[in-house]
Nanobody
Framework: VTLVESGGDSVQAGGSLTLSCAVSGLTGTYYSMGWFRQAPGKGREGVAAIGPDGSTGYSGSVKGRFAISQDSAKNTLFLQMNSLNPEDTAKYYC??????????????????????YGQGTQVTVSS
């Protein structure tokens, strides 16, 4: 499985960005995908997830501002980010799990033990 993120940039607070993730090598139908981020000095945080049925979930910190989606062929995963603030500054990672173990619940998003990650793309938001 190969995941390649793109679209990271430096923006001012209040701005928008769209991240993309090119997916290859993922087979089967019961897999979920998501976006995670890691800020300097902090642990990895789940941001958004999309299930095999297209259902979506978000962490409490981004709900209402971010939107996860994928193309019809499920070859590309997107994260539309609006109303960005400096607390969104982080390296953003695309993730995929063939067992459907990426999900959001109770305002938090989780990855599975065998989830795959890309190399990440940097998002920097200045005030």
């Amino acid at each position: 499985v190969t995941l390649v993120e793109s679209g990271g940039d430096s923006v001012q607070a209040g701005g928008s960005l769209t991240l993309s993730c090119a997916v290859s090598g993922l087979t089967g139908t019961y897999y979920s995908m998501g976006w995670f981020r890691q800020a300097p000095g902090k642990g990895r945080e789940g941001v958004a997830a999309i299930g095999p049925d297209g259902s979506t979930g978000y962490s409490g910190s981004v709900k209402g501002r971010f939107a996860i989606s994928q193309d019809s062929a499920k070859n590309t995963l997107f994260l539309q980010m609006n109303s960005l603030n400096p607390e969104d500054t982080a390296k953003y990672y695309c993730a995929a799990d063939p067992e459907g173990a990426i999900y959001c619940w109770g305002g938090h998003c989780y990855a599975g033990e065998h989830s795959y990650y890309g190399q990440g793309t940097q998002v920097t938001v200045s005030s």
